[in-house]
């Protein structure tokens, strides 16, 4: 069938997937469906990706213990075999560069969009501590990435490995430009504002467990998402929510998120931090 949409293989960011992953994942109950500019996104609970608690801990710890062997900068994708054909057993890993002073994330971010502007704090005492040119959670991951997986998968039939990985090479042109300023209060809670930027024409398909919060929402007067994944793979616990939505400036759409992987922080707590941007 002819292609109508210029699609790379998959990229992980936050709870969102670009389609053909490769894996199979069919049905589930869809959550939202929106499209602006050149971003379509899908949204769906599938019963697929429930994650039971041993093997949660198991990916937690593999990826925690890849992320600790790469050198700054480095990427790198893991294959889960346990998870045979589904989506969750291809994921991905970074150990990004981060910018700690705020004037010069600050001029970073508005190199690639003039009109952003970088708080040097959110409501609730959250402070700026860092900035990366990453998603705040996982790695994008390229097509020239996912051809690792064959290999693996291969390596992990040889070898009896449960958990295969592999370094990835960075791409000089991104299908996304990632820009995550992360914001720290005294009690050591953090929130993760991510500005993501597409190069090209994008479709794009969310995906969470059925044991998900979802909600809709309003930020300035666009059509908002929250979620609740309490089966998180990365962060600081198991419970990571999101608030995703989009706007259109001049010939881009951007795409921005507000999420945390403190459990204690609410999700108004979020709100008011989106609605502060």
Same mark, same amino acid.
């Given at each position: 069938?002819?292609?109508?949409? &210029? ?20 049905? /589930?109950?869809? #959550? ?14 599938? @019963? ?8 949660? @801990? ?13 050198? &700054? !900068? ?9 998870? !045979? ?11 990004? @560069?981060?910018?700690?002073?705020? =004037? +010069? ?10 009109? @952003? ?7 609730? +005492?959250?402070?700026?501590? %860092? !900035? ?5 959670? /996982? ?10 997986? =064959?290999?693996?998968?291969?390596? +992990?039939? *040889? ?11 960075? &791409?000089? &042109? ?21 500005? *993501? ?14 044991? +998900? ?14 979620? #609740?994944?309490? %089966? ?8 990571? %929510? ?8 001049? =010939? ?8 945390? =992987? ?6 108004? %707590?979020?709100? *008011?931090?989106? *609605?502060?941007?």
């Amino acid at each position: 069938m002819k292609r109508l949409w &210029k699609l790379p293989n998959i990229a992980v960011i936050g709870l969102l997937f670009v389609l053909l992953c490769g894996f199979a994942l069919a049905g /589930g109950k869809l #959550l939202f469906q929106e499209e602006l500019g050149n971003v379509k996104i899908n949204y769906t609970a599938n @019963e697929e990706v429930t994650l039971d608690s041993g093997l949660l @801990e198991k990916m937690r710890h593999s990826l925690s213990e890849v992320k600790a062997k790469l050198n &700054k !900068g480095e990427t790198a994708v893991l294959y889960f075999a346990e998870l !045979g054909a589904n989506r969750y057993a291809f994921q991905s890993v970074s150990n990004p @560069e981060v910018v700690n002073d705020l =004037d +010069s994330w600050s001029r970073t971010v508005s190199h690639q969009n003039p009109t @952003e502007h970088i708080p040097e704090s959110l409501p609730g +005492s959250f402070k700026f501590a %860092q !900035g990366m040119e990453s998603p705040a959670y /996982g790695a994008f991951i390229d097509s020239a990435a996912f051809k690792l997986l =064959d290999d693996m998968k291969v390596e +992990s039939k *040889q070898t009896g490995k449960d958990v295969v990985w592999r370094k990835t090479a960075v &791409k000089s &042109k991104p299908v996304f430009n990632f820009y995550t300023s992360l914001y720290r209060n005294a009690e050591q809670q953090t929130i993760y504002y991510t500005l *993501q930027i597409p190069n090209e024409k994008v479709r794009m398909e969310g995906i969470t467990s059925p044991t +998900s919060v979802y909600e809709d929402l309003n930020i300035h007067g666009h059509p908002a998402h929250y979620t #609740l994944d309490n %089966q998180s793979l990365y962060g600081a616990s198991k419970i990571a %929510q999101y608030i995703l939505w989009m706007e259109e400036k001049g =010939d881009q759409t951007l795409i921005y998120q507000v999420g945390t =992987d403190s459990p204690t922080v609410t999700k108004q %707590q979020l709100i *008011q931090a989106a *609605q502060s941007l």
